[in-house]
């Protein structure tokens, strides 16, 4: 009895181990679809979350918010357009994300400061820290990119967020974690 050797819809079991899963192309519009998918999922929570008190007294801050948070997501959406025809290199692959990934995270760090200092909600800035660290986690995981290239990209929204918990938006946070947070931040 003949064998079907039809090898249309293979399983990823009978690639050869020297195939990559994603080619560049692909692992940067993932990339993209992730930080656009975060901006959107924000945005929305954003909406759910936020209370009648707080649209009555900070509305302008509020739609501030709901502004940056929709350029974050149209940023990631131009840029997963961009190189339609995929990248050469893979060199030019990581200085598109990490020009990427720097654009989104200093727009959502804006975003999540903002509120912080006008809301005076201190968790804010927490989650900016948690914003900084997904996005760094992202571009590791789905770029190939070496530990030296995926430091650059999220150095100076790091550094935004030093400032903006040691200087003005870390009101409500002790002084202690002022301090220590930015610290061990890095680690």
Request: proline share 6%; with cysteine.
């Amino acid at each position: 009895m003949p064998m079907n050797l039809d090898t249309s819809n293979s399983s990823a079991s009978t690639r050869p181990a020297s195939t990559p899963v994603l080619t560049l192309r692909g692992s940067f519009f993932v990339l993209a679809s992730t930080l656009a998918l975060m901006g959107l999922t924000q945005l929305l929570w954003h909406l759910a979350r936020t209370s009648l008190d707080t649209w009555g007294e900070h509305a302008g801050q509020v739609w501030l918010r709901i502004g940056l948070l929709g350029v974050a997501v149209f940023i990631a959406t131009v840029f997963a357009g961009l190189k339609r025809n995929g990248f050469n290199r893979r060199e030019e692959l990581v200085t598109y994300a990490g020009g990427m990934v720097l654009a989104v995270a200093l727009v959502l760090l804006a975003s999540q400061v903002g509120m912080a200092t006008v809301t005076e909600r201190s968790h804010s800035i927490y989650w900016a820290l948690g914003d900084l660290i997904f996005i760094h986690f992202a571009l590791c995981l789905i770029v190939p990119v070496t530990p030296r290239e995926s430091i650059p990209p999220i150095i100076l929204p790091w550094v935004f967020w030093v400032l903006a918990m040691v200087i003005g938006a870390g009101e409500g946070i002790p002084t202690f974690n002022r301090i220590i947070l930015p610290i061990i931040s890095p680690l």
